[in-house]
């Protein structure tokens, strides 16, 4: 029997808890010892009741609102590591020493890390690494530098950041890297995307593996409901409710975090609700289209089933999905912050409307279909069994 540690750092989404619970499942059942260090604690996954269940080490500036910093919108990887805390000359020597401490009292045999480049940089040259997550954070570790992804140039000088980063190195005790996205350096590099939908498609040599999705995804049935996945962001963009209610539509939500009051209020509006999570092969049957934040999940059960997606976007990640959406003619997106009520329901209602939308979202459903096996989890688990010989 062997013990792991499964990791997860930055990002905001639930799918990575939803991930990491997936692989913990499948150790589980093969009889090891697993503890999960999650950013956001929380028993609402399906984990197992043998796993032990710890709080990550937090950056520091995910404690306040990194939105809020303001300047310009992040074009590489490495603004966005620098929003979070990595020009602070203190804040990666502490994520590091605090990781070393969880790795000593766990003793792990090997490590999986959801978009988690503190954790990789503590287990480095100790355990045995596997880097699991969506194509937008699992990093092609060999590249010299970290590549604009909005066709811009980096908001911060890459030559700072890495002194910066290997500054920490030396406080930590580690040898200094020679490259910034050598921080997302693992013995193993499970990148969790459809190829359409990988930002770093170009420049990536290990193939990708299959998004994490909650199965079954079903296939796409006669509904005409929108169906819209709301989280917290959404929740606060008035403009993105107001253009909803305008267009008119059969509107279903499940809104994550909605207090009963909220929910009551939607339910006013005309809107059918959802109390609780809805399964995939559900929503696929009765929604004409799917509409959320753009996390990948989500995303990716819509194209294998077959439901055009409305991306509504808030962050780097999400926009480049939705571009991606938009490119394979499967949908649409619009960037959160300015959605113009009247303008976005008329586009809306246009796509609701436009047949050939559906009619491609479910000729393409079966090439997407065949991508999610095997399951990025299972994939895992099975590399970090291989990485201990147990």
Known sequence: MAKFLLGWELGANRGHLVRLAGIARRLVAEGHDVAVAAQRLSRDFDLPAEVTLWQAPIWPRLLGNVGALGGPAPSTM?????????????????????????????????????FAPALLSAARGRLPTVSVGVGFDAVPAHLAEFPSLTGRPAVFAEADILAAVNDAMRRANLDPIERLPALFEADCVLPGTFTKLDPYAKWRREPVVAPSVAQPVGEAGTGEEVFVYADSALLRTGAFWDGLIRAALPVRLYAQGASAAQQAEFEKLGFAVERTPVSFARIAERSRVVMSSGGLGLVSSALAAGVPVVVVHYDLEKALTGQAITRMQLGGHVYAGSIQPEAFATSLRQLYQNDSFQRRARELAPGFRVRLDPPQEELAARKLIALTGR
Do not use: E, K, N, T
Request: hydrophobic letters at 55%.
């Open 78 to 114: 490495g603004d966005i590591l620098v929003r979070v805390g990595m020009d602070d000359p203190s804040a990666l020597p502490a994520m590091i020493l605090a990781w070393r401490q969880m790795l000593d009292a766990i003793r792990p045999d090997a490590v999986a890390a959801d």
